[in-house]
């Protein structure tokens, strides 16, 4: 996996609107943090300003957008104002070559997991990570700091509490996945994730547990769960039963019942996704994994 160059004070860096619109109030405290905290001059994408009915442009103004921002040699790192739908819409009409020549660090979630899967199929490493738009919102703190780390180039482990739900074991691979719904939605593109041997990582936000049922069918039947080093499961926010015959399961007891006939380790309740405790994960890095009755580890590789 290609590494981008990490971070320096003084470095330019893109911020832009890749899928739904976002409030330009609304970014003030991300981008003073850019500016201010983290000393980066923070060149601002023409989708911080345009909207077309959700999302934060046309299809063809977003596509533009990332485009020049992923050609500009002088950028370090291109952060996703926020996510929301939309990425899916526009990234079989992007080209990499200079990208390829020029790696920056990609910054994002959600629906910021359409561009890590593909990045990491053409071999280059990505960060799931908060964004902007919530950069200044209570109990942040470890969000930033992890995003940080990882753009300066420091060390990054996770330890964590046992979860009753827990499988373990130790392993190791390289860290792929992000949301849910666009791990699914992606089967069958050429931006598909090969999970075999790796460590994937899921997370998601409102969505019914008989949708989640079906999304974690959907992987099973797609060969994704059968070959993996081991499994992260984040956070699961904001979930919905149905109105009338509850679908009987919660989401622990969903994603485990999919998994049990596996023998990888596997973690519940890790500090990634819909959450204000959003750790940064680097999409395509090795990482050591460890479940015990005590812990979690993550300890990703130099």
């Known amino acids: 996996m290609i590494k981008p160059p990490f971070l320096h004070a003084g470095d330019r860096v893109g911020v832009l609107a890749m899928a ?104 280059f490493e990505s960060l799931h990570a908060t964004m902007p738009k919530l950069f200044g919102q209570e109990g942040a703190g470890n969000a930033l700091e992890t995003l940080k780390k990882v753009l300066w180039g420091d060390d990054l482990s996770y330890q964590i509490p046992a979860h009753s739900f827990n499988r373990l074991g130790t392993s190791q691979g390289a860290i792929v996945g992000g949301n849910l719904c666009l791990l699914a939605h992606l089967i069958g593109s050429r931006s598909e994730t090969d999970t075999r041997h790796k460590i994937l990582f899921i997370e998601d936000v409102e969505e019914y547990y008989y949708n989640l049922d079906r999304m974690m069918v959907q992987l099973k039947r797609a060969g994704k769960l059968a070959q993996l080093a081991g499994l992260v499961v984040g956070q699961f926010t904001d979930l919905k039963d149905n109105e009338t015959s509850s679908f009987g399961k919660n989401h622990y007891e969903i994603i485990a019942e999919h998994v049990s006939a596996y023998n990888y380790p596997v973690c519940f309740d890790f500090p990634v996704g819909h959450t204000a405790d959003n750790r940064a994960m680097i999409v395509g890095r090795m990482a050591q994994f460890s479940v015990t009755s005590k812990n979690v580890q993550l300890h990703f590789e130099s």
Not at 33 to 62: C, M
């Open 20 to 123: 739904s619109q976002v409030s330009y109030p609304a970014l003030q405290e991300g981008l003073r943090i850019l500016r201010e905290d983290w000393q980066l001059k923070v060149i601002e994408g023409q989708t911080l300003h345009t909207s077309y009915n959700q999302f934060a442009g046309t299809d063809e103004e977003r596509q533009r957008d990332l485009q020049q921002m992923l050609d500009d040699s002088s950028l370090k790192a291109i952060f996703s104002a926020r996510g929301g739908y939309g990425s899916s819409r526009i990234i079989d009409g992007l080209h990499f070559r200079k990208f390829r020549k020029h790696p920056k660090w990609i910054v994002g979630f959600s629906d910021i997991t359409a561009i890590h899967c593909h990045l990491e199929r053409m071999g």
